[in-house]
C-alpha cells in the first residue's frame, strides 16, 4: 500500500472537546495482524511503509462530554 492514501470525512465539523485518531496495521496474514502494533495515520496523506496483504484499521472517538461525539461520514482508500 506504499503510496496509497487514507481518507475520510466526518459528519459534520468535529464539535469542541471531541478528537478521532485513526490507527491501522498491515501483516501479510491473518496471525501476524493481530501481534503488531497499530500506527496512527493522517487524512489524505501518502502512506509510507505500509506494507501487507491485511489491513485493519481502527478508529478512535473521544469526547470530553456526554452530549457530544465525533462522527464519521465516509473511510476509504485512494
Do not use: H
Not at 481518507?7 to 495482524?33: C, G, H
Request: include cysteine; aromatic fraction near 6%.
Amino acid at each position: 500500500m506504499p503510496g496509497r492514501r487514507f481518507v475520510w470525512t466526518f459528519a459534520q465539523v468535529l464539535p469542541d472537546k471531541t478528537a478521532a485518531a485513526f490507527e491501522i496495521r498491515t501483516a501479510n496474514d491473518k496471525v501476524s495482524l493481530g501481534a503488531l502494533d497499530c500506527v496512527e495515520v493522517q487524512n489524505d496523506t501518502e502512506s509510507t511503509g505500509v506494507v501487507g496483504r491485511y489491513l485493519k484499521l481502527r478508529v478512535r472517538l473521544t469526547s470530553e462530554s456526554d452530549s457530544v461525539t465525533p462522527e464519521v461520514a465516509s473511510i476509504g482508500i485512494k
